[in-house]
């Protein structure tokens, strides 16, 4: 079982969304990002989540020095189909695998999500990618 399977069912009984997990190397620092659906993460969220966490992984015998939760930022990383399917209409920026027509980054408003791909509007034009062929997307955040 991998550590993401391990924490986000946890993390979601606890009525949260777990982003992302970055692990320097083995035993250092474990660094998982959460977010909710209905509000901004605050520091007693990170808190809470932190306190459980580290209960968590010592029953689990899982190595870390060091624990940190946070908010994923203005910028949130998008991974799963429903982060699009959430964020349909908020402007992206994504990076292909494999470029379309010799392009691999793109920029521009999320407008639709299928089951394996979703449609951007770059520039007044619709453009369709593949899920399995995004490498990185980001929200890019409204100031």
Known sequence: MSLFELLEPTIAGMG????????SAPGRLLR????KKDGAITLADCVAVSNHLGQLLAVENI???RLEVSSPGLDRPLKKRADFVRFVGESIRIRLRIALQGQRN?????TEVGD???MLNV??????F???????AR?????
């Open 16 to 23: 949260y969304e777990l982003v992302d997990i970055e692990q």
């Open 63 to 65: 190595d870390y020095n």
């Open 130 to 136: 593949e899920l399995k062929n995004l490498e990185k």
């Open 32 to 35: 998982v990002f959460v977010d």
């Open 116 to 118: 394996d791909a979703l």
């Open 123 to 128: 520039d007044g034009k619709l453009l369709q």
């Open 139 to 143: 929200l890019i955040p409204k100031l």
């Open 106 to 110: 793109f920029v521009g408003t999320l």
